[in-house]
C-alpha cells in the first residue's frame, strides 16, 4: 500500500510530501529527513504499543478498546481537577475536543508551549507580528535571519524546502540569491553555513536587539554594548546593513530567543524590531516550532 501526501508528525515543520509505503511487514519513506523517516518505522518497530493497557496491580494488562474508553471516563469523572496534557501531535479536531471535555470536566488543558514557545506566543501578544507564510518567504525572501535556532539540526528541511535553497519565484538561483544571518552563542552547523555569524554571549539577545533598534533610530549604541553581548558595534551595523539592504528579509527565531533570559522581552523585541524594519523593506517574522502541531494547540486554544 503506497500513500502520499502523508504529514510529518515530528518537528514543526510539518512537511506534507512524504511518501509511505507499508507492505510485508516492512515501510519505506520517501522525502523524510533522518528525523521523520526514524519516527514512520515506529509504525512497525515491534515496540510500538498496539492496544490499551490498563493497570493491574504493579503491572499492565491488554484490554479492549471500549474497556480502556470506560476506563478513562472513570479515572476522568473521578478527578476534582484533571490536567489534560494535549501533547503537540494529535489534529487541532482532536485538541478542539480535549479542551472542550477539559472545560466541561472543571480541569486544565495545557500542550508543549508551556516548555516551549510560549514566551515567543506572549511576545506577539504584546507586540503583534509581521508573519507570512512559508510559500511566500520561500518566492520572495532574499535574507534569512536564524536567531537562536539550529534548523539543520532541529528542523532538517527548513533550509532545503522553505527557506535558504529551493528556487523561488523571485529568487530563482536558490542559495545564490539569498544572504543568511545566523544568531547563536554555538557555532552550530547552521552558523557554519551562513554568511554573517553573529556569535553573541548566552542571555544578551534583548541587549542586541536593542543595539540593532538603537541604530536603526539613527543613533549609537552605549560602548557597554559590546562586553555585554560579545559583539562590536562594528559587527551589529554590519548585520543591520544587510538587513536594509535586502528586498525581503524573514527572521526565523528559536528557542534561544524565548528560553534565555528576557523571555517574552525578548521576543517581543524582535517582533518590534521586525514592525520597524518594515519602514525600510519588508520583512517578517516567525518560529521555528519543536513539534508538528504545537501551533495548532495555540491556534484552536486561542479562538476557543
Ligand atoms: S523537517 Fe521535520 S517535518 Fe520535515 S520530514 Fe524532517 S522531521 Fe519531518
Excluded at 35 to 58: D, L, Y
Excluded at 77 to 95: N, Q, V
Excluded at 255 to 278: M, P, W
Amino acid at each position: 500500500m503506497a500513500a502520499k501526501n502523508i504529514i510529518c508528525p515530528v518537528c514543526g515543520a510539518s512537511c506534507d510530501d512524504i511518501q509511505v509505503t507499508l507492505g510485508n511487514g516492512e515501510i519505506t519513506i520517501k522525502n523524510a529527513c533522518k528525523m521523520g523517516n526514524a519516527k514512520f518505522q515506529e509504525i512497525v518497530s515491534p515496540h510500538r504499543i498496539r492496544e490499551p493497557q490498563i493497570r493491574n496491580g504493579k503491572g499492565f494488562i491488554s484490554a479492549t478498546w471500549n474497556k480502556a474508553i470506560l476506563r478513562v471516563a472513570e479515572i476522568l469523572a473521578g478527578a476534582k481537577r484533571p490536567l489534560i496534557f494535549m501533547g503537540s501531535e494529535t489534529s487541532c479536531e482532536a485538541m478542539e475536543v480535549g479542551l472542550h471535555l477539559g472545560e466541561f470536566l472543571g480541569g486544565i488543558v495545557d500542550s508543549n508551549s508551556t516548555v516551549c514557545h510560549g514566551p515567543t506566543a506572549m511576545g506577539i501578544q504584546e507586540a503583534g507580528r509581521v508573519g507570512a507564510t512559508a510559500g511566500h518567504s520561500k518566492s520572495r525572501a532574499d535574507l534569512a535571519v536564524y536567531w537562536g535556532s539550529n534548523p539543520l539540526e532541529s528542523m532538517p528541511r527548513h533550509m532545503s524546502r522553505y527557506a535558504v535553497y529551493p528556487r523561488g519565484y523571485w529568487t530563482r538561483r536558490g542559495r545564490f540569491d539569498r544572504t543568511i544571518i545566523t544568531v547563536d552563542p554555538r557555532k552550530s552547523i547552521t552558523a557554519e553555513n551562513s554568511d554573517l555569524h553573529i556569535q553573541l554571549k548566552p542571555n544578551t539577545d534583548y541587549e542586541l536587539i536593542s543595539g540593532l533598534l538603537t541604530l536603526l533610530h539613527g543613533k549609537r549604541p552605549h560602548p557597554s554594548i559590546e562586553g555585554t553581548t560579545g559583539v562590536s558595534i562594528a559587527e551589529i551595523e554590519a548585520m543591520l546593513e544587510m538587513m536594509l539592504g535586502c528586498n525581503y528579509g524573514a527572521i526565523y527565531v528559536g528557542l534561544g530567543i524565548a528560553s534565555s533570559y528576557g523571555k517574552h522581552r525578548n521576543a517581543e523585541a524582535a517582533f518590534n524590531l521586525v514592525k520597524e524594519l518594515n519602514y525600510h523593506t519588508k520583512f517578517v517574522i516567525g518560529a521555528l516550532r519543536g513539534h508538528c502541531n504545537v501551533a495548532g494547540f495555540k491556534q484552536i486554544a486561542s479562538y476557543l
